[in-house]
């Protein structure tokens, strides 16, 4: 072997190693520790008498008992220790104590292996129970972590510091324990270590019990006296953890022992353990805790709704759920704590392409429309945000507002200004929603407004001018139209320069005394006593869509007229 020149003379030191660490360590051991790392005690006897030294150490600072405990060779422990406390330089506490270059004892290596006979043997030629590592283990850490559970009693039995912190994140023995999920040490642990140890986030052993599903390791520390309701230093709880992991059977069991989940949990917002099963999709543990957190995080000042965390993750199903379960649609006002406004304009503002999952049920569950939403569904050549919102919703009549229809929920009347407003504010695309709010029953009254004859182009006012009489408007509005044919920025049809016909008139009275809402949205047309050639055109389908090119079609109004008037 290429180390055998340092077995040369008893009492030889290394002063020095060359520190190879490409080769093998079967490589660079000194014959003693070879012997011992195999079990050879014969081998390890003769070479001993021979005269070579049990002190050499490799390039990793083991010597013959480091290989010996490590390996568990209780014999050649034994044997190595007897040579010692008569040949051994340094005396033989010393030497039962001596490190390799991480600051392992052979005791530790004993512990670390499950190899109890070896670890009584050294506690009884006084190893030191407590010797730290480089990393600040600890034989009874080792132990810990490996599962033995007969090392872990012994060294308990023998007087082992329990509470000290361990590794860079302080964690005590029983954290470790814990995290292993090795429940019968935890249980020995338990009765003896300190349960509301923290580390350097003020994590106790029950916390990690609940954040890794160890529930076994959970009942054992409740039923020990743990506390279910500590909080880690960012306020969070067992319950948040679980919650936030999807382990059910820990959420159950900190329920049903104690557990608050109406303690906040973070320090920059309220967030309850509902918010974490939300935001997760845990919808087992979010049905659960639906029914035991106070409501008052539905709506309430100060509060954010839980509804907020399942548009951010995406998280349809739960979603569903907080609606189904009486969660509201419209939340509350969170700019002062998370940013959003409302649920919807929340989603809204999440919404890349089209129209998301999350818009879509808030609409359908009767999100308050406010002009920030109205805004997003008309300022744009794309309709599929205002068509789902026609899906859902009625325009009533203002002056006679029909009853539920269909299903739908009707607008409110403050809904229904704060459309106008908007629509008036966006009357550059108005080609694309007017003619889906006017099919949908919108009273064509309430667009004429000077705003927009003043600012629509040419297919857009002509359009809306289509459904009303517009020999009547008013002189201001009429003024405008004077002044814009002038101009040449209005080209009106023109059948505008004469009095309506007597069937359009017709179809004016008819949707006066039905609502446009009513005459739109409904068949209402076919139960009256007119022939089915009208039932189209009383409802104004043969308006054509504004555009940007003039259509040369006949009007089917003149081709009703046509078609009654006198042979």
Not at 460 to 469: G, K, Q, R, S, T
Not at 472 to 495: G, N
Not at 506 to 514: E, K
Request: charged fraction near 20%; include cysteine; glycine fraction near 6%.
């Amino acid at each position: 072997m290429t180390s055998l020149n340092c077995d040369r003379g008893e009492s030889q030191q290394m002063t020095s190693v060359w520190m190879d660490f490409t080769e093998c360590y079967s490589d660079t051991v000194s014959s003693v520790a070879a012997a011992a790392r195999s079990g050879s005690v014969k081998l390890m006897r003769h070479l001993i008498r021979q005269g070579l030294s049990v002190d050499c150490q490799d390039n990793r600072g083991w010597n013959a008992l480091h290989e010996a405990a490590s390996a568990g060779n209780k014999e050649c422990v034994r044997e190595i220790l007897s040579a010692a406390a008569t040949r051994s330089s340094r005396g033989i506490q010393a030497y039962v104590n001596s490190l390799t270059f991480e600051g392992e004892s052979a005791c530790y290596l004993a512990a670390q292996h499950g190899h109890v006979a070896v670890v009584r043997l050294l506690l009884n030629a006084d190893a030191d129970i407590n010797q730290l590592t480089n990393d600040l283990s600890c034989s009874l850490y080792a132990a810990v972590n490996g599962g033995h559970k007969e090392v872990v009693e012994l060294l308990i039995s023998k007087g082992a510091e329990l509470d000290r912190p361990h590794t860079a994140s302080c964690w005590t023995c029983l954290h470790q324990a814990v995290y292993e999920g090795h429940s019968e040490i935890v249980r020995m642990l338990a009765n003896v270590c300190n349960l509301e140890a923290r580390d350097d986030h003020k994590i106790t052993p029950l916390f990690l019990a609940a954040q890794y599903d160890r529930q076994d390791c959970l009942e054992i520390l409740v039923n020990a006296g743990a506390d279910v309701n500590s909080q880690a230093e960012d306020l969070a709880t067992p319950l948040l953890i679980a919650s936030q992991e999807g382990h059910e059977g820990c959420v159950n069991f900190l329920l049903d022992h104690g557990a608050n989940p109406n303690l906040v949990c973070s320090r920059d917002w309220p967030q309850f353990p509902i918010h974490a099963a939300a935001q997760f999709g845990h919808n087992n543990i979010l049905r659960k805790l639906i029914a035991l957190t106070d409501r008052a995080c539905d709506s309430g000042d100060g509060m954010v709704s839980p509804i907020y965390v399942a548009i951010e993750s995406c998280q349809r199903q739960s979603m569903e759920l907080l609606l189904r379960e009486g969660y509201s649609p419209d939340a509350q006002d969170c700019s002062n704590l998370v940013g959003p406004l409302s649920p919807l304009s929340f989603a809204l503002d999440l919404s890349s392409e089209g129209v998301s999952d999350m818009v879509r049920l808030l609409v359908g569950a009767g999100a308050t429309l406010k002009e920030e939403e109205w805004t997003s569904a008309l300022a744009t050549d794309k309709t599929d945000l205002l068509q789902l919102i026609l899906q859902h919703r009625w325009i009533p009549h203002p002056e006679t507002p029909s009853p539920n229809r269909q299903g739908k929920m009707l607008l409110t009347p403050q809904e229904r200004e704060t459309l106008i407003c908007a629509a008036l504010g966006q009357v550059q695309f108005g080609a694309c929603w007017m003619p889906l709010l006017l099919k949908a029953g919108l009273e064509p009254s309430l667009l004429l407004h000077p705003y927009m004859f003043e600012k629509a182009v040419s297919t857009v006012l002509n359009y809306l001018l289509e459904f009303v009489n517009w020999s009547t408007l008013s002189p201001p509005l009429q003024l405008i139209l004077d002044r814009r044919r002038v101009e040449k920025t209005w080209e009106p049809y023109s059948h505008f320069d004469h009095v309506p016909c007597l069937s359009h008139l017709c179809r004016l009275q008819v949707r006066a005394v039905l609502g446009s809402d009513v005459l739109m949205r409904t068949d209402v047309v076919r139960q009256l006593p007119v022939p089915s050639l009208l039932h189209s055109y009383l409802r104004f389908s043969d308006i054509q869509e504004p555009s940007h090119e003039r259509s040369d079609v006949q009007p089917v109004s003149d081709q009703i007229e046509e078609h009654l008037r006198p042979q």
